[in-house]
T-cell receptor, first 114, second 114 residues
């Protein structure tokens, strides 16, 4: 079975500061990893994904994530936070034998202080 | 790409009543997924379709829940004899059939059972 753990249900940063949201996964087969963002009362929007190849993945809005197999991690970073980044962020895992189904973590709420 | 559309956006019902939600996926997507999300939690997988075939159902999906995708296009999710514990956001997503294809989410239907 696959699972995702997001460390920290709430993260608060100042505008312009580094954003780091942590995600660890468990999978018995090579994982596909995703980060999604959710704004209030909306669905989820894909930020970035890792499937194979380059382990540093760049996404939209200046976000990037690095797949580290040895650490079973896929942390999300952004060098400089913007007020508009305040939202809920979800890490998710899938694999070739899951029919495309995603297993989500519990989410991390990001607050950005002016 | 007009996005995934869900209807209604909000539904308030009394305990014991039946409700039905509709999802229109992105037209070229042959996979369709239903998820449930409660406050402060990540989305939980309910079921998914490949074209009109329902390929997997979660154990979360009790006998009171039924989903259909009759012509491989739109889908409906029906909840019979609603209970207060059914109150949640119901999210629909669609994707292409590749194992690493990202899911595209609708804005969800928020169900409140009183």
């Amino acid at each position: 079975a696959q699972s995702v753990t997001q460390l920290g249900s709430h993260v608060s940063v100042s505008e312009g500061a580094l954003v780091l949201l942590r995600c660890n996964y468990s999978s018995s087969v090579p994982p596909y990893l995703f980060w999604y963002v959710q704004y209030p009362n909306q669905g989820l929007q894909l930020l970035l994904k890792y499937t194979t190849g380059a382990t540093l993945v760049k996404g939209i809005n200046g976000f990037e994530a690095e797949f580290k197999k040895s650490e079973t991690s896929f942390h999300l970073t952004k060098p400089s936070a913007h007020m508009s980044d305040a939202a809920e962020y979800f890490c998710a895992v899938s694999s070739y034998n899951q029919g495309g189904k995603l297993i989500f973590g519990q989410g991390t709420e990001l607050s950005v202080k002016p | 790409d007009t996005g995934v559309s869900q209807d209604p956006r909000h539904k308030i019902t009394k305990r014991g009543q039946n409700v039905t939600f509709r999802c229109d996926p992105i037209s070229e997507h042959n996979r369709l997924y239903w998820y449930r999300q409660t406050l402060g939690q990540g989305p939980e997988f309910l079921t998914y379709f490949q074209n009109e075939a329902q390929l997997e159902k979660s154990r979360l999906l009790s006998d009171r829940f039924s989903a259909e995708r009759p012509k491989g296009s739109f889908s409906t999710l029906e909840i019979q004899r609603t209970e207060q514990g059914d109150s949640a956001m119901y999210l629909c997503a669609s994707s292409l059939s590749g194992y690493d294809s990202p899911l595209h989410f609708g804005n969800g239907t928020r169900l409140t059972v009183t």
